[in-house]
């Protein structure tokens, strides 16, 4: 896909995105379906809804004011092939991010995305969710913890608010499930430290997605036994 219509779709969908940005992600969707050939990184194929499905709707963060500061620290906690993290990182210069995932072989495309895109402003970890937010380089360090497609929201929580410092936000993207999931998540953020605030719809242009951003507010600290074990949060979800 060229630069110039991975700009005008995402000037369409209300983001900004100048000619570096725009090379950037063209990089990417290259990389993408290059190594998407050897390895699973995405059963998306087409380059229209790959771009709506996973850069797009990556971005869709920014058209809401203040969700993403234009500053300070992020992590994306199983990244996956790099979705949010990589696209915001790529949009927000000034906004250090971290970018988690529990498989080496992820880590190593990222790494391979950010040397050829130039990117300064991203560490990559390969570990466990719940084995990096014990660490105290990490843990409670960050103003926004990001995950997309993930876990269901009780499990995301235990995931992501342990990284997050008390006055940071979590931000889960999810899909129309999300109904079904809220009130057991809004308890289990309560007993994580944090309080779960009213989703935001992001709807992108021409497409039917029910897509939405749930922030959860971390309004105090996380008590120290969570994370739980690997494998604990999925199989005996809190709240």
Same mark, same amino acid.
Request: contains cysteine.
């Given at each position: 896909?060229?630069?110039?219509?991975?700009?005008?779709?995402?000037?369409?969908?209300?983001?900004?995105?100048?000619?570096?940005?725009? &090379?950037?992600?063209?990089?990417?969707?290259?990389?993408?379906?290059?190594?998407?050939?050897?390895?699973?990184?995405?059963?998306?194929?087409?380059?229209?809804?790959?771009?709506?499905?996973?850069?797009?709707?990556?971005?869709?963060?920014?058209?809401?004011?203040?969700?993403?500061?234009?500053?300070?620290?992020?992590?994306?906690?199983?990244?996956?092939?790099?979705?949010?993290?990589?696209?915001?990182?790529?949009?927000?210069?000034?906004?250090?991010?971290?970018?988690?995932?529990?498989?080496?072989?992820?880590?190593?495309?990222?790494?391979?995305?950010? &040397?050829?895109?130039?990117?300064?402003?991203?560490?990559?970890?390969?570990?466990?969710?719940?084995?990096?937010? !014990?660490?105290?380089?990490?843990?409670? !360090?960050?103003?926004?913890?990001?995950?997309?497609?993930?876990?269901?929201?009780?499990?995301?929580?235990?995931?992501?608010?342990?990284?997050?410092?008390?006055?940071?936000?979590?931000?889960?993207?999810?899909?129309?499930?999300?109904?079904?999931?809220?009130?057991?998540?809004?308890?289990?953020?309560?007993?994580?430290?944090?309080?779960?605030? &009213?989703?935001?719809?992001?709807?992108?242009?021409?497409?039917?997605?029910?897509?939405?951003?749930?922030?959860?507010?971390?309004?105090?600290?996380?008590?120290?036994?969570?994370?739980?074990?690997?494998?604990?949060?999925?199989?005996?979800?809190?709240?």
């Amino acid at each position: 896909m060229r630069q110039d219509q991975i700009q005008n779709r995402l000037r369409a969908c209300g983001i900004d995105c100048d000619a570096l940005l725009a &090379e950037r992600l063209e990089a990417y969707m290259a990389l993408l379906a290059e190594w998407n050939a050897r390895m699973d990184l995405t059963a998306v194929t087409e380059e229209d809804e790959t771009l709506d499905r996973h850069f797009v709707d990556s971005l869709m963060a920014l058209t809401v004011p203040g969700m993403i500061p234009a500053k300070g620290t992020a992590v994306d906690v199983g990244t996956g092939a790099g979705f949010p993290g990589l696209p915001l990182a790529m949009a927000l210069p000034d906004v250090s991010f971290t970018l988690l995932d529990s498989l080496q072989k992820r880590v190593d495309f990222l790494g391979a995305v950010g &040397e050829k895109t130039g990117l300064t402003n991203v560490t990559l970890i390969h570990a466990r969710a719940e084995d990096a937010a !014990r660490r105290l380089e990490l843990r409670e !360090r960050f103003d926004r913890a990001v995950a997309r497609a993930v876990a269901p929201l009780p499990a995301l929580c235990e995931y992501l608010l342990p990284f997050v410092r008390v006055g940071g936000e979590a931000l889960c993207w999810k899909g129309p499930g999300l109904q079904e999931e809220l009130a057991q998540g809004r308890r289990a953020a309560h007993l994580l430290g944090g309080s779960a605030g &009213e989703a935001v719809q992001v709807q992108i242009p021409d497409r039917d997605w029910q897509h939405r951003i749930l922030p959860v507010r971390k309004v105090q600290t996380t008590p120290k036994q969570y994370p739980r074990r690997a494998g604990m949060a999925a199989k005996a979800p809190l709240g």
